[in-house]
């Protein structure tokens, strides 16, 4: 029997973790910086397209408990029409086809900012945020500071300007102990597309977002 039930803790504990998905449903909310401008947003379930013609705005969702201890995420994403190459160091001039911001709390904190607005999370001084960029003039890797979010935020460049299709697969752990030290809780998500600085146009989306 011991030998019965070590083999099945051995098996169990071996098992990979379940990726889980991220639906682009209704829980996501638009948060403009701007009256007159702003992105339109098509979500889909699987996928959201993302529209933005001189233009920017943020679309934020919160994650329950069950992605709180999450360590990496995979997603595609596609372009088709893009802004020109900016550097993402500039504050006012840092116009990028594609976001996505993970939102990091402390585990003691994430309970009592549950249903927080991104804007109050994103002001929130023991808040981090990891931003995966698609766009800039920056190498594939490269680790910027925020011009936003000061030592709080660290942009990430996976993709430079350009449009085409690609896969992601990011180390959450990694990227924020690098970034910041230790670990936290991811407690939210966010996209956006900026096009307002460069006055230009773009047409993308993303799919398949999974974090695990």
Known sequence: MRSLLAAFLTCAFSLPVLAAPV?????????KFSLFSSNTYGFNGNSVSVASDGSVSLAY???????????????????????????????GGD????????????QSEAESLRGASVRRLLTNNSARVLVYVWGGAHNRGAVLSSPYLGNRGRTIVLR???????????????????????????????????????????RASISGLQVN
């Open 23 to 31: 639906s682009f449903d209704g829980s996501w909310k638009t948060q």
């Open 95 to 106: 116009d990028r086809n594609l976001a996505l911001y993970f939102v990091f709390l402390p």
């Open 61 to 91: 969702r919160q994650l329950d408990t069950s992605f709180w201890d999450a360590t990496s995420a995979r997603w595609s994403w596609r372009v088709d029409e893009g802004v020109p190459a900016t550097d993402l160091r500039n504050k």
């Open 160 to 202: 430079g300007s350009g449009t085409g299709s690609e896969s992601e697969n990011v180390d959450l752990a990694r990227d924020y102990a690098n970034a910041f030290g230790g670990s936290a809780a991811l407690v939210g998500i966010a996209l956006s597309g900026d096009s307002d600085d460069t006055n230009s146009r773009i």
